[in-house]
């Protein structure tokens, strides 16, 4: 079978192997589909060293079931989650979940990648092996990830009734962001981005104003036309660039949130006024991955409609010419969503 993975280079490879069999408890899935992830390309450009497994967005059918596997058939239209905390340390007992020190440790073989890949016992004990309801299309069940993640983030920072909220960077995950917070009662939600395609998906819905950041004050402008001066109660950094992170300690109210939400660029520092920040009480909250409950509750609204996702998905390239799909994604002038798509589809 056809599998993507890190070259030496850094380049996305496509090989060959032998496809991966059940042991006792695992499953096996062939891909319909899976997210590229801005981190699947920052791995590829060696900003973010990890054990090198590209993939984690991935929808397919049960293709087989290994000793002991209950409740699951073959043929399923499933969700797979790569990571799981273990549930029994100290952090997971304060409910830091996705903070878990062996979080990372559990994923997927080869990855999502794959025309076909193996699911780890201990990830389908804990529930990592989610079936998609008939409403939810291939499209949305590979964004219930990064749409997780918003949740497990917006969980973690709180969004009181009613919030101001801005969006700073509206790829894929910035736009889910923006289309939970208005699921979940937001009242104005604002948004920066300087590709037209995103700028686009996002005045289809879950976002009052978008702004190009390249105009001078068209953030800052924006806010304070929507609060009055005060600032919103929440920004949310949702790219890379550590310049952004001061821009949104500067748009928030006095006491409101910053969400680190984007994963930073490797070695990145915080360049922002500490005196302000402090005299204004500003929350700065680091937020990563997500969770079970959370990817479930995501689920639950797109299936009975109260969460409409799935056109984000702006391109479906197949996994034979992934190197295409890596290089769409990394061009945000193009795309907004790209998924791979295999043999389940
Ligand atoms: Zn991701
Ligand atoms: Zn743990």
């Given at each position: 079978m056809k599998y993507a993975h890190l070259g030496p280079e850094g380049h996305v490879v496509l090989s060959d192997r032998d496809p991966p069999t059940a042991g006792p408890g695992e499953v096996t899935v062939a891909l319909a589909a899976c997210g590229v992830c801005g981190t699947d390309l920052e791995k590829v450009r060696g900003n973010y060293r990890t054990?090198?497994?590209?993939?984690?967005?991935p929808v397919g059918r049960i293709a087989s079931l290994g000793a002991g596997v209950e409740n699951l058939a073959i043929g399923d239209r499933v969700f797979v989650h790569h990571h799981v905390p273990c549930y029994d340390c100290p952090v997971c007992a304060r409910g830091d979940y996705t903070f878990?020190?062996?979080?990372?440790r559990t994923n997927l073989d080869p990855g999502g990648f794959a025309e076909t890949f193996r699911v780890p016992k201990e990830n389908v004990d804990r529930g990592a092996v989610l079936p998609l309801a008939p409403s939810v299309d291939w499209d949305a069940g590979a964004l219930l990830e990064p749409a997780g993640c918003a949740l497990t983030a917006i969980r973690r920072v709180g969004l009181p009734e009613g919030a101001t909220v801005f969006i700073l960077g509206l790829g894929p995950v910035g736009l889910l962001y923006a289309r939970l917070v208005r699921a979940l009662g937001a009242g104005w939600v604002g948004g920066s981005e300087i590709a037209p395609p995103r700028r686009s998906a996002a005045e289809r819905g879950g976002i009052d104003v978008t702004v190009?950041?390249?105009?001078?004050g068209s953030i800052a402008g924006a806010v304070e036309r929507a609060t009055g001066g005060q600032g919103v109660d929440l920004a949310v950094v949702?790219?890379?660039?550590?310049?952004v992170v001061r821009s949104a300690t500067e748009i928030v109210r006095r006491g409101g949130t910053v969400n680190l939400f984007g994963l930073p660029e490797s070695g990145s520092r915080l360049d922002a006024d500490l005196q302000s920040i402090y005299l204004r009480g500003i929350r700065l909250v680091p937020t990563y991955a997500t969770t079970e409950p959370d990817i479930a509750e995501v689920h639950r609204r797109v299936a009975d409609g109260t969460l409409r996702i799935?056109?984000?998905?702006s391109h479906r390239v197949p996994l034979e010419r992934i190197g295409e799909a890596f290089r769409l994604a990394g061009r945000p002038e193009e795309s907004v969503k790209v998924v791979v798509t295999g043999p389940a589809a």
């Open positions: 054990a090198g497994i590209l993939g984690h967005e878990c020190p062996t979080y990372s190009d950041p390249r105009e001078a949702a790219t890379g660039h550590p310049s799935s056109d984000l998905v």
